[in-house]
């Protein structure tokens, strides 16, 4: 294997990163509106629960996109110019959404009013919902092409993108990121908060089965390998095991097959648009692969060094905060809210 296929299998591998850890925080916001609605308790509480689930850590889930952003930048230029360029308002759209969710979260708690909270709840809910959606559509079209030129420029305008099966992709993303935040929510919570994300995991996990699947085994027969099949049945089976676990009340259980059905359907992706890595629909000789969007042997080579060396130390980082933050969190142990108070104006 040479230093262009270690490269865009690490690219794989951080996006996946990104996809499984950044995936169950979509799902946790995205769900904030309704979980625990039917339990009786305050709607501050049950949304202070559900964002502390995802509190000490959502921040560094957000630094896998920047590392594969940058590995993409050094490691394959030309992709990551014809993406970037040609993807450029869905990118930026996803862009803003996390800019708002991440204002939203980190302001939420600083003053004490309610109108205020439930503008940053939106703002959360905003920021979640439309990445989770997006990020389904972006990534379906990289693996079905679009319209490259001679000049690596993308020709596709932003409604062309909005074809039926990225479509499809964008659903599947936001419902399978749905349920990886419900099973990770039963998981990280207590008392009421848990018994309804396990409620709400159950019913989500019914509909995930037929969109994903559908759209795993469209990509399996339009763009597939061979051996891609493994996956394709991996998370088929990853998502019916889902069903009956949270059933079962097993959340941990269920959160494993979660993550092994985000791992498997990114992987999927890749898979397919290997080697290439932006197919063209003018001129296959006008795809981006591995070989003519890369940066030189010497580049990729100092760039493997420095990846050996902090790859292992950001991630046995990242593994402590996991364990340190590992209990559950309960209603009981959320204090009144503080923040600073809104006064009038005297003139």
Not at 182 to 194: C, G, H, M, Y
Not at 279 to 295: C, G, K, Q, R
Request: aromatic share 14%; glycine share 8%; proline share 5%.
């Amino acid at each position: 294997m040479g230093l262009q296929e270690v490269w865009f299998v690490l690219v794989a591998v951080l996006f996946v990163g990104y996809f499984v850890l950044e995936g169950f925080d979509f799902g946790v916001g995205m769900l904030m509106p309704i979980v625990g609605k039917g339990s009786g308790l305050p709607a501050d509480t049950r949304r202070r629960v559900a964002l502390n689930t995802i509190g000490p850590v959502w921040d560094g889930n957000e630094v896998w996109l920047i590392t594969a952003g940058g590995a993409m930048f050094a490691a394959f230029p030309e992709w990551y110019a014809t993406l970037f360029s040609g993807f450029y308002l869905p990118l930026l759209i996803i862009l803003v959404a996390l800019i708002v969710r991440i204002v939203a979260i980190e302001w939420r708690s600083k003053i004490d009013d309610d109108a205020w909270r439930k503008r940053c709840d939106w703002g959360i809910i905003f920021g979640s919902w439309v990445p989770a959606v997006l990020w389904g559509v972006a990534f379906a079209n990289i693996v079905r092409g679009v319209a490259i030129n001679a000049d690596k420029q993308v020709e596709s305008g932003f409604f062309d993108l909005l074809n039926p099966y990225a479509l499809l992709g964008g659903l599947t993303t936001a419902l399978v990121f749905a349920l990886h935040g419900a099973v990770f929510l039963a998981l990280k919570s207590a008392d009421e908060v848990r018994e309804d994300a396990v409620k709400i995991a159950a019913r989500l996990a019914i509909p995930a089965i037929p969109v994903a699947g559908g759209f795993v085994l469209w990509t399996q027969l339009a763009y597939g390998k061979g051996w891609t099949w493994i996956l394709v049945a991996a998370a088929a089976a990853a998502l019916i095991g889902v069903v009956f676990l949270t059933r079962a009340e097993m959340e941990g259980w269920a959160f494993v097959l979660t993550t092994v059905a985000v791992i498997a359907t990114v992987v999927l992706l890749f898979g397919s648009l290997f080697p290439n890595v932006m197919p063209s629909t003018l001129d296959p000789a006008y795809s981006l692969t591995i070989e003519n969007a890369s940066s030189s042997p010497y580049t990729l080579k100092v760039m493997t060094w420095a990846a050996a060396f902090m790859t292992p130390i950001v991630i046995i980082y990242q593994g402590w905060t996991y364990w340190v933050f590992r209990q559950r969190i309960s209603t009981k142990q959320i204090p009144p809210s503080i923040g600073l108070k809104f006064k009038a104006k005297t003139w």
